[in-house]
């Protein structure tokens, strides 16, 4: 495993450790690694596609084949219904309540077989991203025997997450079994990389971001890609760098690394990014996926797969980011109008007709969108889609997301407080108290105050003793 040293160049982070990361990433890191010694082999899904996973020498996995799943279900012995199922689970249902986005949770589920026959299991399968299992612990459940496996809870999404998983067996049929999970937004504010879809030989670069929800520094002690089309770079572009790029002044946010995808094969592609702080327990990862899809098609595509503008707050200036766009195909291609969808007060757009370039590999700035969080009036308005369209017919019209999270309230004070006259005599020093008023529906901590330097000659901010919570 990765140490806190590694985090000094960003190429050994993502290809230094391909074997053990293979390990993380194909079945989502320690679920399997704690069963590998007593298994051969293991599953992931897609929502269309199940892979199959083998043990190789020293727990790795590799992938022998995909499979269609309505398919393989096709092929399975129909479903046993009612109360005279020959298997019974422990827990009889898997609820993991809440867990942060792109935080994972594993929970142990056991199969007991009551009935007077072995069990053969074949297969555990679902169809959905959030939940993911190792095989089983044992394959043959022998009369009043008992076997288990692992499921991890991956939320991608914050909301309500609910799935089945499908256990195949040789005579006995499918049997089913409920998961269910609440995402909630991440500590760290980040979130998955998902929907982002590249011509062939283009990229798709994100920048992670971390915020620091706590009052002491945070290290980012270990950043893993999972290789293959998935490279860690540093945000100025550097080969290497010390270990204070990747520490986080206490509650604020700071680009910490690069995620470069490129790829050749159009595909649809999936890789995870892992990452551990000095604040995360021992066996406490953040997995963020990563879900690319490459195309040959030609067509208007952009840089991003959503318009993040992050956290803000109601009395905030508007907040601008900049698109930017690729024509990739064999003629120029006029866009004629850039616009939320549906209609947003609380977002602009800085806009002027402009042709892309065809066969041009890099990305042209078209348009600047701003934000506005004091003319959000109703929870609707923080997210939505920009609607890309161009005058060439044979181009579908591009959306790309956006979403922000908007605090409604201010930090209040007299202003007048702060208004001092100055006479032409040398003045005695004047010492006013200023007195803030939270208008949040939360508390809020107090952990810094101060001036910029150009003031700092003629004024001094006394804070408390201690960190203040209004």
């Not at 996995?61 to 398919?71: G, N, Y």
């Not at 997995?287 to 956290?311: H, K, N, Q, R, W």
Request: aromatic letters at 8%; hydrophobic letters at 35%.
């Amino acid at each position: 495993m990765a140490n806190a040293e590694r985090t000094q160049s960003p190429h050994k982070l993502s290809q230094g450790t391909k074997s053990t990361c293979l390990l993380f990433f194909r079945l989502l890191f320690f679920a399997v690694f704690q069963v590998a010694q007593a298994n051969k082999q293991a599953f992931i899904q897609s929502d269309t596609i199940l892979e199959v996973l083998h043990f190789g020498e020293r727990g790795l996995l590799q992938t022998e084949s995909d499979i269609d799943i309505s398919s393989y279900h096709q092929k399975s012995p129909p479903l046993h219904r009612g109360n005279c199922r020959p298997i019974r689970f422990e827990p009889p249902m898997l609820d993991f309540h809440e867990q942060p986005v792109g935080m994972p949770k594993m929970e142990k589920v056991f199969l007991h077989n009551p009935s007077p026959e072995e069990i053969s299991l074949i297969s555990i399968s679902a169809t959905t991203a959030h939940f993911h299992a190792s095989f089983f612990q044992n394959r043959i459940i022998p009369p009043g025997g008992n076997t288990s496996f692992d499921v991890v809870f991956l939320a991608r999404v914050v909301g309500n997450v609910e799935n089945t998983l499908f256990i195949n067996t040789s005579h006995h049929g499918v049997f089913t079994y409920q998961v269910f999970g609440v995402g909630i937004p991440n500590p760290y504010r980040l979130r998955p990389f998902i929907g982002a879809r590249v011509p062939v030989n283009s990229s798709f670069s994100p920048l992670i971001n971390i915020h620091n929800p706590h009052s002491e520094p945070l290290q980012v002690v270990e950043m893993y890609s999972s290789g293959g089309d998935l490279h860690l770079e540093l945000p100025t572009g550097q080969q290497g760098g010390t270990r204070k790029l990747w520490e986080i002044p206490p509650f604020e946010t700071k680009g910490v690394m690069r995620a470069s995808f490129s790829s050749r094969d159009a595909d649809n592609h999936t890789a995870f990014i892992r990452i551990k702080t000095n604040a995360s327990d021992e066996d406490e990862f953040i997995i963020l996926p990563m879900e690319v899809e490459v195309t040959a098609a030609p067509g208007i595509y952009s840089s991003i797969e959503m318009l993040d503008f992050g956290t803000l707050r109601s009395q905030d200036r508007p907040k601008h980011l900049n698109l930017h766009l690729l024509n990739s195909g064999t003629k120029d291609v006029p866009i004629t109008s850039i616009r939320p969808t549906p209609s947003n007060d609380a977002v602009s757009i800085e806009f002027k007709q402009i042709t892309l370039k065809a066969g041009e590999n890099k990305y042209t700035k078209v348009a600047s969108i701003s934000f506005d969080a004091s003319k959000v009036k109703r929870p609707s308005q923080t997210s939505g889609k920009i609607t890309v369209k161009a005058k060439e017919k044979s181009y579908s019209k591009l959306e790309i997301p956006y979403q922000t999270e908007v605090l409604e309230g201010y930090l209040g004070f007299d202003h007048t407080v702060t208004l001092f006259h100055i006479r032409d005599s040398p003045p005695d020093p004047q010492e006013r108290p200023i007195v803030l008023t939270n208008t949040f529906n939360f508390p809020i901590l107090i952990h810094d105050v101060s001036l910029p330097e150009e003031a700092k000659t003629m004024f001094k901010v006394s804070v408390c003793a201690r960190m203040c919570t209004l």
